[in-house]
């Protein structure tokens, strides 16, 4: 399995932590959680909702000119397993090209071992975000 080097290094530091600091790592991520930029907080329409998860979660996705893309979530501050999960995706994928994010496979995850730290619901929710950014970098590849 190949993944981008950003996102390949979380998973290979999560790897090798024991449960409770995956959990405290996933705090850190979720503390580290970037706020959804002033020019989007108008446009939470145009935001896509993300189903599969049970607490709210919004995705707005940007294009850089070079091609590579950009993820921007809107997650309430109650919920900081959902925003450290958020996070990891976005600073493992925040500049990829469309190709890069559409190879991962929907399991790259697995050798996180997350299953110790958090529960099978919040899994899901993390495979269905990820589903939803990996169907925007096709989108942004046809159009």
């Known amino acids: 399995m190949t993944l981008p080097a950003k996102l390949q290094e979380i998973v290979d530091d999560f790897a090798n932590m024991p449960r409770e600091e995956k959990i405290e790592t996933l705090i850190g991520y979720a503390e580290s959680f ?3 930029p002033e020019r989007f907080k108008d446009e939470r329409s145009k935001m896509e909702p993300i189903p599969e998860c049970m607490t709210p979660v919004y995705l707005f996705v940007e294009k850089q000119d070079d091609g590579s893309m950009l993820f921007h979530f809107d997650i309430p501050p109650q919920s ?7 996070a990891i995706l976005a600073a493992g994928l925040n ?22 730290a958090i529960s099978g619901q919040r899994l899901n929710g993390f495979r269905g975000v990820l589903a939803h950014m990996k169907q925007s970098a096709v989108n942004a590849m046809s159009g």
């Not at 900081?80 to 958020?86: D, E, F, H, S």
């Not at 500049?95 to 110790?116: S, V």
């Open 80 to 86: 900081p397993t959902v925003r450290g999960l958020a």
């Open 95 to 116: 500049g990829c090209k469309p190709e890069e994010i559409i190879a991962i496979p929907a399991d790259f995850y697995a050798p996180m071992n997350l299953e110790e």
């Open 34 to 36: 970037p706020e959804l």
